[in-house]
């Protein structure tokens, strides 16, 4: 195979037409020139350059040869930009993943500001279910995956980064006793009728769950919807009360009131898992950032 160093020397003598002057533009001796010059001409297994006077011109093989170098070092050059532009990330891919709520208020100025600030970054964006995302980072599928998630983890390639918490509020009836409390004890909803709002069990029913267990009573359970908004629309309508992430409460209902809860409050810690592969790049960490200062203004 012929040896790219070696065919930047000839591109170098031909352009400049003598050994000389290219051994001046590429800050090496005359001598080395000729020497890189036969090698290259052995591995040719033909003569490259003619003698012209003081000079020397390319055979036709030497004409050949520095017109391919021209279209390598064009290519090697490209490859060159492309690789810093990766390394800075300014190209690339970033593949999301994110449950329902993380999506209507999270996500969009997250994704806004990757797009204006990393605009050759291709996004990959997809919503799943909350035991669906956290997977697709373990075997490769995304870089980033939004989710719920308590306890202790440690898998390998995974990173669990912090974002915030999200605690729970209850949703009354406005006619309701409990309405006219600013804050309201778990346990005073113990013998209320709940109207669940997760489709499936997951994280966020664990959370529920193990609040109302410290608190001294299983909840029941008489009506189950698929999302936050439908289920304050029950409640808005008399037939119970229901427990609502601050980020999933959305506008509010006529004829529901929202109240703090204590004793304890339920909470849903938020995170960001991370494919170790991919914490460096640039547009992670500033995804990383919008999300937690995005916060502030959306789960306060």
Known sequence: MLDVRRLQVLRAVVSS???????????????????????????????????????????????LLSQHAEVVFAQLSKAETELADLKAGRTGSLAIRYFATAGASLVPPAVAAIRRDYPGVK???????????????????????????????????????????????VALPKSHPLARKRVVDLGDLADEPWISNEGVPGPCRDVLMAACGAAGFVPNFVMECEDYATAQGFVAAGLGISLVPVLGLGAPQPGAVIRRIRNPEPIRPIHAAVATRSRDQPAVRHLLQVLKDIKTDVAA
């Open 123 to 169: 996004l990959d964006l997809r919503l799943l279910e909350p035991g669906e995302a956290l997977p697709q980072v373990e075997n490769g599928d995304a870089d980033v995956a939004i989710v719920v998630f308590s306890g202790s983890y440690s898998k390998p390639g995974v990173e669990l980064c912090h974002l915030f918490d999200d605690p729970y509020r």
């Open 17 to 63: 037409g003598s050994i000389s002057a290219a051994a001046r533009n590429l800050g090496y001796t005359p001598s080395a020139i000729s020497q890189q010059l036969s090698t290259l001409e052995r591995e040719a297994g033909t003569a490259l350059l003619e003698r012209v006077g003081r000079g020397v011109r390319p055979t036709p093989a030497g004409a």
